[in-house]
């Protein structure tokens, strides 16, 4: 089964060839089955190589998690335990033929590292209930990440220059492409990352709450502040939507000046400027009160994933 996977700085998002999407935080924590107990269902835990580890939300959970930065990250054990978890949470069959992406920047240094890392592995970890998942990659196809958005979009793009506004967690890149005849060609000298995504949030509602209502909130549980409208403080239920609203809107100002600081041209440049990643309505609704040519990928947070899917479909 064709599969692509998105390892994110924040969240992992997969998607298969039923059109089947998963996404979970990109957090991993060694644990003990005796932890479990009754956890709810929408939790994994995982057993591999006779370690029990909790995955996603459920690590979030946990005091010592791993939340990998560096290089390595994309070919090392904490991706594999990611990607491992995303096949089994999209009831993958065993045979896996694998999309996976990059950051631009990373790609060319790292690419054949990734491919080697996780092509022709044959693999096996078991659930919470005891029922064991074996996979094998029968192929895997390293993308780079915004370009991967673009395929994403069924209908064809028109030949023209493109700037895809990849909106994440922790970063936000910017890629520049030029499309002539059904070829992309990134233009690299007008692609960065800026380091500001929309973990910012998370910040600073913390801050926010801490002074609004005197105590200090753990950040980690607000890592999915974009699905609540309400927290509790010492016991009394608080609504968050204003606080939200301002510091999303901060944020997204925020981002999209740093972006405009560094892009050598003018948005309204571009034929169109493409807005991907979890945090693009965000950026996007901030932008399209300036200009025209702003569109957001539809389920703007799987677009790379589902890019990858498509990529490898073409057999690229
Ligand atoms: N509908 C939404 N509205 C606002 N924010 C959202 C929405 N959906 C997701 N997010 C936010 O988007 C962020 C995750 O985006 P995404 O999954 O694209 O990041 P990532 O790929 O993990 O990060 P990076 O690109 O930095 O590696 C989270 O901070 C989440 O709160
Ligand atoms: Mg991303």
Request: charged residues 25%; contains cysteine; glycine residues 8%.
């Given at each position: 089964?064709?599969?692509?996977?998105?390892?994110?700085?924040?969240?992992?998002?997969?998607?298969?060839?039923?059109?089947?999407?998963?996404?979970?935080?990109?957090?991993?924590?060694?644990?003990?089955?005796?932890?479990?107990?009754?956890?709810?269902?929408?939790?994994?835990?995982?057993?591999?190589?006779?370690?029990?580890?909790?995955?996603?939300?459920?690590?979030?959970?946990?005091?010592?998690?791993?939340?990998?930065?560096?290089?390595?990250?994309?070919?090392?054990?904490?991706?594999?335990?990611?990607?491992?978890?995303?096949?089994?949470?999209?009831?993958?069959?065993?045979?896996?033929?694998?999309?996976?992406?990059?950051?631009?920047?990373?790609?060319?240094?790292?690419?054949?590292?990734?491919?080697?890392?996780?092509?022709?592995?044959?693999?096996?970890?078991?659930?919470?209930?005891?029922?064991?998942?074996?996979?094998?990659?029968?192929?895997?196809?390293?993308?780079?990440?915004?370009?991967?958005?673009?395929?994403?979009?069924?209908?064809?793009?028109?030949?023209g220059i493109y700037c895809i506004l990849?909106?994440?967690?922790?970063?936000?890149?910017v890629i520049v492409v030029e499309i002539?005849?059904?070829?992309?060609?990134?233009l690299?000298?007008m692609?960065?990352?800026?380091?500001?995504?929309?973990?910012?949030?998370?910040?600073?509602?913390?801050?926010?709450?801490?002074?609004?209502?005197?105590?200090?909130?753990?950040?980690?549980?607000?890592?999915?502040?974009?699905?609540?409208?309400?927290?509790?403080?010492?016991?009394?239920?608080?609504?968050?939507?204003?606080?939200?609203?301002?510091?999303?809107?901060?944020?997204?100002?925020?981002?999209?000046?740093?972006?405009?600081?560094?892009l050598?041209r003018g948005f309204d440049t571009f034929d169109a400027v493409l807005?991907?990643?979890?945090?693009?309505?965000?950026?996007?609704?901030?932008l399209?009160?300036?200009f025209s040519n702003v569109q957001?990928?539809?389920?703007?947070?799987?677009?790379?994933?589902?890019?990858?899917?498509?990529?490898?479909?073409?057999?690229?």
């Amino acid at each position: 089964m064709r599969c692509g996977i998105d390892v994110g700085f924040g969240f992992t998002k997969a998607v298969n060839e039923k059109g089947k999407e998963v996404v979970f935080p990109s957090a991993v924590s060694k644990t003990f089955m005796t932890d479990i107990g009754l956890k709810p269902t929408s939790d994994y835990f995982v057993t591999y190589l006779n370690q029990t580890y909790a995955v996603g939300e459920a690590a979030t959970q946990c005091l010592i998690t791993e939340t990998s930065f560096s290089e390595e990250r994309f070919f090392s054990e904490f991706s594999k335990l990611l990607v491992l978890t995303a096949l089994m949470a999209l009831e993958s069959d065993r045979e896996v033929e694998l999309g996976l992406g990059l950051p631009l920047m990373l790609y060319p240094k790292l690419k054949e590292k990734v491919k080697d890392y996780f092509e022709f592995l044959e693999e096996i970890i078991i659930d919470k209930n005891g029922i064991a998942h074996s996979y094998h990659i029968a192929r895997c196809e390293v993308f780079p990440q915004g370009v991967g958005a673009l395929f994403s979009i069924t209908s064809p793009v028109e030949d023209g220059i493109y700037c895809i506004l990849d909106v994440g967690f922790r970063t936000t890149d910017v890629i520049v492409v030029e499309i002539k005849s059904k070829n992309i060609n990134p233009l690299l000298d007008m692609c960065f990352t800026v380091d500001k995504g929309m973990s910012l949030a998370v910040e600073r509602l913390g801050l926010m709450i801490e002074r609004k209502y005197g105590v200090s909130y753990d950040t980690s549980l607000l890592f999915d502040i974009h699905e609540r409208s309400h927290i509790s403080v010492r016991g009394r239920k608080i609504d968050i939507e204003p606080h939200k609203k301002e510091v999303f809107r901060a944020i997204a100002d925020d981002i999209v000046q740093s972006i405009s600081r560094r892009l050598q041209r003018g948005f309204d440049t571009f034929d169109a400027v493409l807005a991907s990643g979890g945090g693009a309505f965000t950026v996007a609704s901030v932008l399209q009160k300036e200009f025209s040519n702003v569109q957001i990928i539809e389920n703007s947070q799987f677009a790379n994933a589902k890019g990858y899917l498509a990529l490898l479909s073409l057999g690229l």
